[in-house]
């Protein structure tokens, strides 16, 4: 039988006892309040029901996040975990001050429509709109935070809520492709970079198809020139794979692997300057690839781009789906679905190729 006690402050404490669950006390500000939830409590207990939701109603999603960021993100690919970061700020920047037990489908629905429809720039007055896929990946992170504090941290929480709000609608995959004056006018500028490992990666991304941060944490021993593969042993899928190399390829892993600034101190082939911490990292590329591409009114131009061009081309070349998986790495077939256009194409001009029977 629970106890219900008037405190100092006007308030009424519940207090349950029950052998074989921890006691369970909570305040309320009515009396009426406080016995309802003892009736509602040890009822659940009797029919082994019973949550202790007190964690999650005193745990902020601020403090949820925060543990998670320290837990959690670690164990992730080093790439995913400089983006996870940020996308655990603006979780934090709107839910931050909420428990987690306050959480509701309501209000995860007002954050997936703002986000959708964008903050209000300062400086023009006007909105900027969210990518559905980058609010798809922000939901997704806040899900599993609330999965791992069920599972994991035992938080008392009843439900993920955000399982039951509708998720925007993932956009179509980009198709844009390279014209034979763009590519000529963008490799024209990479080659003039000071830096050769610019020359180097790009061309790189265009042959074999592997991912910038694919390309950019290569280390020596992955590449094995004399039977011309490349040996990923991590990759974005989580699942290693070998890419075979072209002979322009090849060639430039040569002049990569060649080097003669070449430091002692790394094994990466595409090697930056050292940290504070005195430990080389990847060439960090991304901002003079911005410049560079815009220079020559590639504005709209993706880096993830040069891979759908170099996958293109594979289909192109009529190599069959299951080979280019093999070399892009692509987990299932209904990946390699935005191609078939491509392959479609070529059957075509196969058909006219076949010899013509003519009825009499």
């Keep these: 039988m629970a106890t219900?006690?008037?405190?100092?402050?006007?308030?009424?404490?519940?207090?349950?006892?029950?052998?074989?669950?921890?006691?369970t006390i909570k305040t309320f500000r009515l009396k009426k309040d406080a016995e309802d939830w003892a009736r509602r409590t040890e009822d659940e207990m009797v029919r082994g029901l019973y949550i202790q939701r007190a964690p999650s109603e005193r745990t902020s999603v601020k403090a949820a996040i925060e543990r998670y960021v320290l837990e959690v993100t670690p164990t992730?690919?080093?790439?995913?975990?400089?983006?996870?970061?940020?996308?655990?700020?603006?979780?934090?920047?709107?839910?931050?001050?909420?428990?987690?037990?306050?959480?509701?489908?309501?209000?995860i629905a007002q954050f997936r429509d703002t986000r959708l429809a964008g903050d209000i720039d300062k400086k023009t007055g006007k909105r900027r709109p969210r990518a559905a896929n980058t609010v798809r990946i922000e939901l997704a992170l806040l899900s599993h935070l609330f999965s791992i504090a069920i599972s994991e941290w035992k938080l008392g929480l009843i439900y993920n809520p955000v399982q039951v709000v509708r998720k925007p609608s993932p956009a179509p995959g980009r198709n844009r492709r390279l014209t034979l004056g763009e590519e000529t006018a963008l490799l024209a500028k990479v080659d003039a970079h000071s830096n050769p490992m610019l020359r180097w990666i790009?061309?790189?991304?265009?042959?074999?198809?592997?991912?910038?941060?694919?390309?950019?944490?290569?280390?020596?021993?992955?590449?094995?020139?004399?039977?011309?593969?490349?040996?990923?042993?991590?990759?974005?899928?989580?699942?290693?794979r070998t890419v075979p190399?072209?002979?322009?390829?090849?060639?430039?892993?040569?002049?990569?692997?060649?080097?003669?600034?070449?430091?002692?101190?790394?094994?990466?082939?595409?090697?930056?300057?050292?940290?504070?911490?005195?430990?080389?990292?990847?060439?960090?590329?991304?901002?003079?690839?911005?410049?560079?591409?815009?220079?020559?009114?590639?504005?709209?131009?993706?880096?993830?781009?040069?891979?759908?061009e170099a996958v293109s081309r594979f289909v192109e070349g009529g190599l069959g789906d299951q080979e280019v998986a093999a070399i892009s790495g692509h987990k299932s077939m209904q990946m390699l679905k935005r191609y078939t256009h491509l392959r479609s194409a070529t059957l075509v001009e196969r058909l006219d190729t076949l010899p013509r029977k003519h009825r009499q």
């Design 245 to 308: 190399l072209t002979l322009d390829a090849t060639a430039l892993f040569k002049e990569a692997l060649a080097n003669p600034i070449r430091p002692i101190d790394t094994d990466l082939v595409f090697f930056g300057e050292p940290g504070r911490d005195g430990k080389r990292r990847p060439y960090t590329f991304n901002k003079i690839w911005i410049t560079l591409k815009e220079s020559v009114g590639l504005k709209d131009l993706h880096f993830h781009d040069l891979r759908h």
């Design 4 to 23: 219900i006690v008037a405190t100092n402050s006007g308030t009424w404490k519940a207090v349950i006892r029950k052998i074989g669950w921890p006691t």
């Design 202 to 240: 790009v061309r790189i991304a265009l042959e074999t198809g592997m991912r910038s941060s694919e390309i950019a944490s290569l280390k020596r021993g992955q590449i094995d020139l004399a039977h011309r593969v490349v040996n990923l042993a991590e990759t974005k899928n989580k699942t290693s």
């Design 76 to 107: 992730k690919r080093p790439a995913s975990q400089t983006t996870e970061l940020r996308r655990a700020e603006t979780l934090k920047s709107y839910f931050g001050a909420y428990s987690m037990a306050g959480i509701t489908p309501n209000l």
